[in-house]
């Protein structure tokens, strides 16, 4: 595959709606993020908005509870940061416990031939946002994150 054909992939309609999906995803996280006391960031996860309520995750049930009581606070900050939300939804995520273990995944490592030709399809695409998340994608692939 060449640059020219992962850029045409990246100019699908579906990859575009994927990636506004993806921005209005963080974009709202990030909103959620900045109304919490500062104890709390990074312990829940703004997922979406569901009938006027803000969908949270955490996986702490006493963080749930504190969460509620501060609801209306939090509503009203989070209209501060352009959000029309009514309420807030939390939700605990549930963990898996160690003994359930986890699916050993695939051993996803590309060869430092297979790298080289990404790094240089890459360095080929016009799209600077295309271009952003697949530099991004290879810096990580080259660290061994997957």
Same mark, same amino acid.
């Given at each position: 595959?060449?640059?020219?054909?992962?850029?045409?992939?990246?100019?699908?309609?579906?990859?575009?709606?994927?990636?506004?999906?993806?921005?209005?995803?963080?974009? #709202? $996280?990030?909103?959620?993020? *900045? %109304?919490?006391? +500062?104890?709390? !960031?990074?312990?829940? &996860?703004?997922?979406?908005?569901?009938?006027?309520?803000?969908?949270?995750?955490?996986?702490?049930?006493?963080?749930?509870?504190?969460?509620?009581?501060?609801?209306?606070?939090?509503?009203?900050?989070?209209?501060?940061?352009? #959000? $029309?939300?009514?309420?807030? *939804? %939390?939700?605990? +995520?549930?963990? !898996?416990?160690?003994? &359930?273990?986890?699916?050993?995944?695939?051993?996803?490592?590309?060869?430092?031939?297979?790298?080289?030709?990404?790094?240089?399809?890459?360095?080929?695409?016009?799209?600077?946002?295309?271009?952003?998340?697949?530099?991004?994608? #290879?810096?990580?692939?080259?660290?061994?994150?997957?």
């Amino acid at each position: 595959m060449n640059a020219h054909s992962l850029e045409q992939i990246f100019r699908q309609p579906e990859m575009r709606k994927l990636a506004q999906i993806m921005h209005a995803a963080t974009t #709202l $996280d990030a909103k959620w993020q *900045r %109304v919490l006391p +500062q104890e709390f !960031v990074g312990s829940t &996860q703004a997922v979406g908005i569901d009938q006027g309520e803000l969908v949270v995750m955490t996986r702490q049930s006493a963080l749930a509870a504190k969460l509620r009581q501060m609801s209306f606070r939090l509503v009203q900050s989070l209209r501060t940061e352009g #959000l $029309d939300v009514s309420g807030i *939804r %939390v939700r605990l +995520q549930v963990e !898996v416990l160690p003994h &359930q273990g986890k699916k050993a995944s695939k051993n996803l490592q590309l060869s430092e031939t297979a790298l080289s030709a990404f790094e240089d399809a890459v360095e080929q695409i016009q799209d600077q946002t295309v271009r952003g998340a697949m530099e991004q994608l #290879l810096a990580r692939r080259r660290s061994g994150r997957t």
